[in-house]
């Protein structure tokens, strides 16, 4: 998946306005304009797509974790330049304080069974050897459990 997709699916899993989106990055401490955000959102295709590299994910994911936790009072947090689907999961479990079981049954929702070693697997460093990759098919059924979770059909 890319950076651009998950942005696009997290948009419209929490019906974040254009206006939201630059209020999330500038809780990270980064300005950006409507016409940038627009241009990540935009498909491949368009001439106007913008791929949107690491650090900017890592900037709105710390921004979407402040909104969902509160900003800490010592520091912002600093954004990765390299971010893979392992942190993005590890960001998305913090800002929406998800504990293992949430994570189970937001995979539950999408009719895929994932043990809670698979999780602790998935959130441990890369360098221990009980890591394993959180691959694009696990993130894609994340994200789209979530937006299960969070954005009814109703909606």
Known sequence: MTNNDILRQL??????????????????DIITTRAKVSNWLKKFEDADYLEMLDVELAIFLNGFIILKRGKKEDSSPIPENFLNNNAILKKLKIA??????????????VNKVIG???????????KQTQYRAFNDQYLRNFLHGLQLKYRPKNN
């Open 11 to 28: 948009r419209y899993t929490f019906d974040f306005s254009d206006d939201k989106m630059i209020e999330i990055f500038a809780m990270a």
């Open 96 to 109: 929406l304080n998800l504990r293992s079981d949430d994570i189970i049954e937001v995979f539950r929702l």
């Open 116 to 126: 809670e070693h698979e999780i602790t697997a998935f959130l441990r460093n890369h």
